[in-house]
Structures are given as structure tokens and as C-alpha cells.
């Protein structure tokens, strides 16, 4: 049955047609997403789509990570983990 693909380096099982296909639905909401805090009243309404805009575009940079590692793009695939190995709190 081999490794789950939530282990370790489940990106490497992940075509590029597929990384593309997911990253363009991402890349296609973000517009939606960033204007849904100005539509809203309530300062925790607010709060709340602004985490959920930080998580898109860190979605985003992830999966244009996983199309770069697909496209063996590795030096650009390589830039953006160090991107998003900044971008994340330290354990």
C-alpha cells in the first residue's frame, strides 16, 4: 500500500497537470478572498478572513513550491521552501 500521502514528501507523488490545476483554483479565489474584509462589519469577521487570507497565500506559494518540484524546477522550487520555511513559527 506504501506511505501515506500525508507523510513526509507527499509533493513528490503529485503530478504537475495536478499541482497546476490546484494552484490555478487557488490563484483564482485570491481576488474573492482579499476583498471579503472590506464587506464586513464586525472587527472578528474581519480578523477571521484576514487568517484565512494569510493561509491562502501561503496555500498559494506551497503549491507553486509543489508545481516547481513537479516541473523539476529545482532551484526555483528551492526558493520558494526557503520562503516558506521563514514564513513558518519555529517549533
Given at each position: 500500500m506504501g506511505e501515506p500521502?500525508?507523510?513526509k514528501a507527499w509533493?513528490?507523488?503529485v503530478t504537475?497537470?495536478?499541482?497546476?490545476r490546484v494552484l490555478n483554483f487557488?490563484?483564482?479565489w485570491a481576488p474573492t478572498l482579499a476583498?471579503?474584509?472590506?464587506?464586513?462589519a464586525h472587527p472578528t469577521h474581519r480578523q477571521a478572513l484576514a487568517v484565512l487570507n494569510h493561509h491562502?497565500?501561503?496555500?498559494?506559494?506551497?503549491?507553486?513550491?509543489v508545481l516547481a518540484s513537479a516541473e523539476n524546477d529545482h532551484?526555483?522550487?528551492?526558493l520558494i521552501k526557503r520562503a516558506l520555511s521563514s514564513a513558518s513559527p519555529s517549533p
Open positions: 500521502r500525508h507523510g509533493w513528490q507523488d504537475a497537470p495536478d499541482a497546476r487557488l490563484q483564482r476583498s471579503l474584509p472590506r464587506q464586513v491562502h497565500r501561503y496555500s498559494i506559494m506551497l503549491w507553486q513550491g532551484a526555483r522550487a528551492s
